[in-house]
């Protein structure tokens, strides 16, 4: 089989081609054929009929007069046409038929066309008898003479002619096609050759192209044509590709530098604390206090790089539970009171008023079906950003409210806010409004600026969202809404900002 596109293209339609010109020269040659026969017919029986008729006419009383018969047929003399008269008892009244020599043309058997027009009465009749090398056409013409006598006038003409144009003419057709499919198939490997030209030069192209230069882009001939298009697609793919990579390596440099803070910090301690061989068991303890804080702040970025690592994979899929918001946020406020009191902070949260008697009406619960953990994680992370930003004094309030549609989760705080040009920003991974702020209250539970983008995706997997939705220098306040009427459990959701946060550890840690 030929392997390359191009040979095949060029013999398709070479095949194509070949199929069309024999069609072609077939059906010609067929009307040559034909209409050179009809011609030959049509002189033939004109001819014979106006020997016929003078013969008639000569008043030959008797066809035993052969003399004066040949002489009538004499007057007509025409080449490469020749006359027989047979009687009723087929004998041959009178002929100028050539005879068979070689220095005659063409020649008739006489006893080959007495065969033929044995016993013909009623209708003329053609035929076509060989003789010699090729063939003769024959027309039969029955007449009564004028003497009563029946007698038969037969015209006969050579096809050597015709056979011979039609020879020439399928040499011709036959070489002609010959030359045209050599033609096609030279043109059409070079059409070929020409028009996939620009994916030779694409797949070369696309062969240099590697994970470090993914920014570069495979030629666009003609971006209106399909190969042009196609091109067009494939750089689009490596747009996104360069980004995917782009991301990918700033993720992995900004993971790296976030492990290597902490890790820094301890050997720093540990150094610090064993450069003396004997040291105040305060200052070991104040040394494995620290050791204690980063080993927990690295375990806590650790879980969360896990997590998003296997969300990224999209191997990290809900796992959706029945459970009751209102529960979910009482629980998480309670459990960073302690983190609120030990930083002087107060934590409000406002629970949904139920109304009096209601005897547990499911109507005033507040299902939600979620993966628990994940929200829990959310909540959580928010509660615990606020406390964290909060100075000492003020309130961190929590607020579940719910309208026909959804529900509600706020946290709002009394802290410096955020930055107007930051605030779309914070939902980045790895961004942190103020590295050097968040440094200094790393000292318990600063974080990697991962918690926003992990508690976004989490409200997105889950059909809802996580905004900031005040900020000024008073405090800020983000909102988790998430949808009320959920038919079935979430699916799996591949957001491309995903992250989860739900370990233990990564609660443990805070
Ligand atoms: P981290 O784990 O570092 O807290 P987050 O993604 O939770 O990361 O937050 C990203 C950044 O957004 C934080 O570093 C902080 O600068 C800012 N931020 C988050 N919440 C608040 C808040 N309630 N008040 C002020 N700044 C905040």
């Known amino acids: 089989m030929i392997q390359s596109v191009r040979g095949r293209l060029a013999l398709w339609h070479t095949l194509v081609l070949a199929t069309l010109l024999v069609v072609f020269a077939s059906l010609s040659y067929k009307i040559l054929e034909r209409a050179l026969a009809r011609r030959t017919d049509a002189y033939l029986a004109e001819s014979t009929g106006a020997v016929a008729l003078d013969l008639a006419t000569a008043h030959l009383a008797d066809m035993a007069d052969s003399l004066a018969a040949e002489d009538a047929l004499g007057e007509f003399g025409v080449r490469d046409l020749a006359f027989l008269v047979f009687d009723d008892g087929d004998r041959v009244v009178a002929s100028d038929a050539p005879l068979p020599n070689d220095r005659n043309a063409w020649s008739i058997d006489t006893a080959r066309i007495r065969a033929a027009v044995h016993g013909l009465t009623g209708a ?17 013409l029955p007449r009564r003479s004028v003497a009563g006598r029946r007698i038969v006038v037969v015209g006969a003409t050579p096809l050597d002619d015709q ?12 070489v002609a096609i010959f030359i045209a499919l050599l033609l096609s198939l030279a043109g059409g490997y070079a059409l ?21 230069s993914l920014h570069e882009r495979l030629p666009v001939a003609n971006a209106h044509d399909v190969l042009g298009r196609l091109a067009q697609t494939f750089n689009d793919l490596l747009a996104r590709l360069d980004t995917a990579f782009e991301h990918q390596r700033r993720f992995m440099a900004d993971a790296s530098h976030e492990l290597r803070t902490p890790v820094a910090i301890m050997r720093g301690e540990a150094d610090v604390a064993l450069s003396q061989p004997e040291r105040d068991p305060e200052e070991y303890r104040g040394a494995l206090r620290v050791v204690r ?13 896990f997590l998003l690592a296997r969300v990224d994979a ?41 109304p009096a008697g209601d005897g547990g009406d499911p109507a005033n ?16 992370n928010l509660i615990d950003n606020a406390i964290k930003h909060s100075p000492p004094g003020s309130t961190v309030t929590v607020l579940l409210e719910r309208d026909e549609n959804a529900y509600r989760i706020s946290v709002a705080d009394n802290g410096p806010g955020i930055p107007p040009e930051a605030r779309a920003r914070v939902f980045e991974r790895f961004f942190r409004v103020d590295r050097a702020r968040a440094r200094e209250a790393r000292s318990d539970s600063g974080g ?25 220098p008073e ?14 459990a979430p699916a799996p959701v591949d957001v491309e900002l995903a992250g989860a946060a739900h370990d233990a550890e990564r609660l443990s840690a805070r």
Do not use: K, N
Not at 324 to 353: F, I, K, N, Q
Not at 365 to 380: A, Q, Y
């Open 124 to 140: 003329p009749r053609f035929a076509t008898l060989p003789a010699g090398r090729g063939e003769i056409r024959i027309y039969a």
């Open 163 to 174: 056979a011979e144009l039609l020879e020439e003419f399928r040499t011709g057709f036959v």
């Open 192 to 212: 070929a050759r020409r028009s996939l030209a620009p994916v030779v030069a694409m797949s070369e192209r696309a062969a240099e192209i590697s994970a470090t």
């Open 293 to 305: 804080d980063e080993g927990r702040r690295l375990s806590r970025v650790v879980a969360d790089l």
């Open 314 to 354: 999209g191997r990290r899929p809900l796992q959706p539970t029945e459970v009751y918001l209102d529960e979910l946020v009482a629980e998480c406020a309670r459990a960073a009171r302690g983190l609120a009191s030990a930083r002087g902070t107060t934590l409000t949260y406002t629970m949904p008023p139920r």
């Open 365 to 380: 619960d507040w299902p939600f079906v979620g993966d628990e953990e994940l929200l829990r994680s959310l909540v959580m």
């Open 448 to 472: 990697a600026g991962l918690g926003l983008a992990i508690g976004r995706w989490i409200a997105e997997a889950h059909g809802g969202t996580l905004d900031l939705v005040e900020s000024s």
């Open 475 to 488: 405090g800020s306040r983000f909102e988790i809404r998430l949808p009320r009427v959920r038919q079935e």
